[in-house]
């Protein structure tokens, strides 16, 4: 007899199925004693068989996971080996000629062969971050000049472009904040035409991003300085450009043709809302200059100053023999009166409507000359003095009616009130130490007046004397000037 198998235990002895019951006669159906049910209730061996699947499954996940699949980890490591070939060729044939070509040992080589002369580099280093560029420090020119940083500039496409050719191409060779003295500004714009063997062809601006220029009186700022590289292969005459202030001033150096050591500088300068390095201490809407600068020869070929002041215009010549020797002249045809007057008290070109006129208005037409000497060219310009005749129109004394005055018999009687000049001239000399008014002439209707004035340290002296022509006898007074050019005080009997 065959022994039952699992399966057949469990469903003889553990699955209760369903049982047709007969129901006796009469059931109402309210209430029984049987029950009809379909169970199923695994016992302990359904457990055991469950958890042994289980283990199986596991143990076969198990085995699988530590099989190696050759095929996969055989292709991952053929794309290693390519990769890393790739990069040792790239580095062999492309980079590494590169690399020695950017050494501190070769750019200085190349260097002193451009310039003639032994230039000596501190360090080189390639940066990617944030631009690719190639970083030059202490460029040493054998004393003449040095520069503290200079960055050779390219973009992505660029630097890729270099890696396949093997040769590099710059866009801009941008030099570091610098201060320079007078020497090494002249030196480095003597090299200006061995630059452009120094840097590569490919470098088409070569820019100072700021320079200064240690005790220079004429260039006292701080000034962005760019040169750009022609058709020729030449770089052109650089442009500074002042930083930092609220106009704007361009100054275009020009070399000058037949010089070969680039002694002689020649000067275009432009300016906007700018105070010049000399003269009166204001700011003038439009000035424009041309000139050249020797070592002991400056000569301002023309100047134009434009302003709300009028326009003055002239020309200036610094000699140097045993001293420096400042001449030249100045003229204009108008130069307003109140607006000057009002820039000195308050520093705003133009009164408010409204605003009371002080001391002496009018239209002033000069024509000066300047003259100066000293051991240096600050100071001939310090010591230069401007002389020569000026004339008024329209101009009105403020403060004071002197026909009034004079009428009356003394000044005390004539204060407020206005003079009016149909005529009014004068010669002036002014310098550092105070301006005199000699010779002063003037005229309204039959009254002359006549007199001197100076103007020392900022206080007013001198004299007038008043004269009116009548039938009557009519002795001329004097009035006494005092307090300053801005709030003259009048006195007298």
């Known amino acids: 007899m065959n022994a039952p198998n699992k399966l057949e235990l469990l469903d003889s002895e553990h699955q209760l199925t369903a049982t047709k019951v007969s129901l006796p006669a009469g059931w109402d159906g309210t209430s029984t004693d049987f029950a009809i049910t379909t169970i199923n209730v695994p016992d302990r061996l359904d457990v055991l068989e469950v ?10 996940a198990d085995e699988r996971s530590l099989q190696i699949d050759w095929d996969k980890w055989l292709k991952r490591g053929i794309a290693g080996v390519a990769v890393t070939a790739a990069v ?30 032994t230039v000596q580099v501190a360090t080189t280093n390639f940066d990617l971050l944030p631009n690719p560029r190639l970083v030059v420090t202490g460029v040493d020119n054998a004393g003449r000049w040095r520069l503290n940083e200079v960055s050779l500039r ?31 500004a002249l030196a480095l714009y003597q090299d200006l035409t061995r630059v452009r063997i120094a840097v590569p062809v490919s470098v088409s601006t070569l820019r100072f991003t700021e320079v200064q220029f240690s005790n220079n009186r004429w260039l006292p700022g701080r000034y962005e300085i760019v040169s750009r590289r022609l058709g020729t292969g030449e770089f052109a005459d650089p442009v500074l450009n002042e ?86 002249t100045a003229k204009s045809a108008s130069v307003d009166l109140d607006s000057i007057e009002r820039f000195v008290t308050s520093g705003e070109p133009v009164a408010p409507e409204g605003t009371p006129r002080r001391s002496l208005s ?32 329209f101009a009105q004394l403020n403060e ?37 008014v000699r010779n002063i002439v003037g005229r309204s209707g039959t009254m002359s007046v006549r007199g001197d004035l100076r ?15 009548t039938q009557r006898d009519m002795r001329p007074f004097t009035v ?9 005080v009048f006195s007298g009997n």
């Open 51 to 60: 958890r042994a699947r289980e283990e199986e499954d596991d143990r076969k």
């Open 88 to 117: 040792v060729a790239t580095y062999r044939f492309a980079w590494e000629p590169v690399d020695r070509d950017l050494s501190p040992a070769s750019v200085s080589a190349h260097l002193s062969k451009s310039f003639g002369q």
């Open 154 to 184: 390219m973009n992505w496409s660029e630097l890729w472009g270099a890696l396949r050719a093997g040769s590099w191409t710059w866009a801009e060779a941008t030099v570091a904040p610098q201060v320079l003295g007078e020497a090494e």
């Open 243 to 328: 930083l930092g202030i609220d106009g704007s001033m361009r100054l275009r150096l020009i070399r000058q043709s037949g010089d070969g050591n680039a002694s002689t500088v020649g000067y275009t300068l432009e300016a906007s809302n700018w105070k010049a390095p000399f003269g009166p201490a204001v700011r003038w809407n439009e000035v424009t200059s041309t000139g050249t600068v020797q070592a002991n020869l400056v000569t301002v070929q023309n100047f134009v100053l434009s302003g709300f002041y009028g326009l003055t215009q002239g020309t200036l010549m610094a000699a140097k023999d045993r001293e420096w020797v400042l001449t030249g």
């Open 362 to 393: 009018g239209s002033a037409g000069f024509e000066l000359l300047v003259g100066g000497r000293g051991a240096t060219l600050a100071e001939a310009v310090d010591k230069a003095v401007v002389a020569g005749p000026v004339t008024v129109r």
């Open 400 to 436: 004071v009616n002197l026909g009034l005055a004079a009428a009356r018999g003394g000044i005390g009687q004539g204060k407020g009130g206005i003079t009016r000049f149909t005529e009014l001239s004068a010669s002036v000399v002014g310098g550092a130490a105070g301006t005199s």
């Open 455 to 469: 103007v020392a340290d900022k206080a007013l002296t001198g004299l007038l004397l008043v004269d009116i022509a």
């Open 480 to 488: 006494k000037l005092s307090g300053t050019p801005t709030a003259p």
